[in-house]
């Protein structure tokens, strides 16, 4: 799914990463959006899991899985993914927040396997859904 920058779809995606980095009691801009295909945010988050006390820990979405919780490597290699919320593409930040104090309690959350919530080609509504997290209609250059 390629974004227009300016469109209502890019800016519910960046306002739906501001809701749920909210929901884990961050504040300021502690996310970052990726509207290009593949889209992608990243929350990088101040908790460890208790499995990995060396390891920072963020949280990763994307359009084909949603939500992960990873570590991150001492290489800069690909982080390397715990656990997949593995709900729904968008859940409610609240489930997102809840699913990371699980992760940061060590309870193993969510499932080990990553879901397949949208298939390459397939007709589905999350553009759609990520559009009603706008604050605004279509921004469109003058």
């Known amino acids: ?3 227009e920058p300016r469109s209502r779809t890019a800016s519910g995606l960046r306002r739906y990463a ?5 929901a884990l009691g961050q504040t300021g801009d502690a996310y970052w959006v990726h509207a290009e295909s593949p889209a992608t945010v990243y929350v990088p988050l101040d908790e460890r899991v208790p499995a990995f006390p060396d390891r920072d820990l963020a949280l990763l979405w994307d359009e084909r899985h949603g939500w992960c919780g990873a570590i991150e490597t ?19 930040p609240r489930t997102v927040a809840r699913f990371t104090a699980d ?9 080990a ?30």
């Open 1 to 3: 799914m390629e974004l």
């Open 18 to 22: 501001a809701l749920v980095s909210d």
């Open 74 to 92: 001492a290489s800069g290699e690909d982080l390397i993914v715990l656990s997949y919320l593995g709900v729904d593409i968008l859940p409610p």
């Open 103 to 111: 992760l940061v309690s060590g309870s193993g959350p969510g499932q």
């Open 113 to 142: 396997e990553p879901p397949a919530f949208r298939v390459a080609g397939a007709d589905d509504d999350l553009v759609e859904r990520l559009a009603g997290y706008s604050p605004a209609p279509d921004l469109q250059p003058i």
